[in-house]
């Protein structure tokens, strides 16, 4: 097989050997019971960096935002939402099947939400409009081509919103801390409720982290149950998902450094798209191209692997798998590349 660099995502890590030697030596019991010691060592893990009192595992990041969506609004609420958000855009419509709710979206082509756009919307409330139950803000921001939150408007809007919950799609929040040099738990401590993945740039094969006040904690294990995301001896993943958080968070500063490259090398080959590698902050190099798709499909014939997340935007994302010498070998393939038109 000819040579192929993998950057449809950082959801294509393997799990680390000493991750898959935890697995084996995992002690384990019926988590449906609370019986799974090392579960909930990760939960507790897991509450104490992003310093919210309770943690739950599940299966997916999707579930951990579909979860706080269900335990922070009833039928019929709104949601403020940026327009391109994972929850909004890249969970089939889960949030108005799982939970009756709808969307107010705003902008948020930079990652982040504006104030005053989410206050407008918070606002009418008081002019007979539907009641807004919560707010939602992705960090890194995953479309917008992996883009932190700054954190003082981060503080800004959680102050702004006062006692209405805000939910953080965390995905890849240990990406902000590296990029931001903030620890995650300052970045969480404007979430009501914070999710994050074990399974993307920190490598575990599976997981993701739901956090936030116990109380709310409770109600979210029950909607896990009702979604079917309890598990059993499930401590062979947590084990995984422990070896991550202890050493797979500073490492996701090289990702950053090889996506930076990444992004100058794209910025080059396709000066068109307009590209600004200074964008690239953390681990994604998201390009807008008016031939993105048939680019992505030319690259991976030549064993350069994207994939494209919008008509026109193609995304190549780095991770612990990719080396500078893969891209070195993207730099030979883009050197050559016009695609066919
Ligand atoms: C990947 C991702 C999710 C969902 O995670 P899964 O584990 O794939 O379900 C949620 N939000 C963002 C921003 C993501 O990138």
Known sequence: MTRHVDLRSDTVTQPTPEMREAMARAVVGDDGFGDDPTVRALEERFAEVVGKESALFVPSGVMGNQIAVRILTRPGDVIVAGKSQHVVSFEMGASARNASVQFALVEDSSGELGVDDVMEVVESEKDHQVAVAMVTVENTHMSAGGAPWDIEHLRTLARALGEKPLHMDGARLFNAAVATGESPRDIAASATTVMACLSKGLCAPVGSLLAGPTELMRAARVERKRLGGAMRQVGVLAAAGLVA??????????????????????????????????????????????????????????????????????????????????????????????PAS
């Open 245 to 338: 958080l202890d050493t797979m968070v500073e490492r996701l500063a090289e990702d950053h450094a090889r996506a930076r490259r990444l992004g100058e090398l794209f910025a080059s080959a396709f000066p068109e798209s307009g590209y600004d590698p200074a964008t690239c902050r953390t681990n994604i190099v998201a390009v807008n191209h008016p031939q993105a798709r048939q680019i992505v499909h030319e690259l991976g014939q030549r064993g350069v692997w994207g994939d494209t997340i919008a008509p026109r935007r193609m995304r190549f994302v780095t991770h612990a798998d990719v080396s500078d010498d893969d891209i070195d070998f993207v730099a030979e393939v883009l050197t050559h590349f016009t």
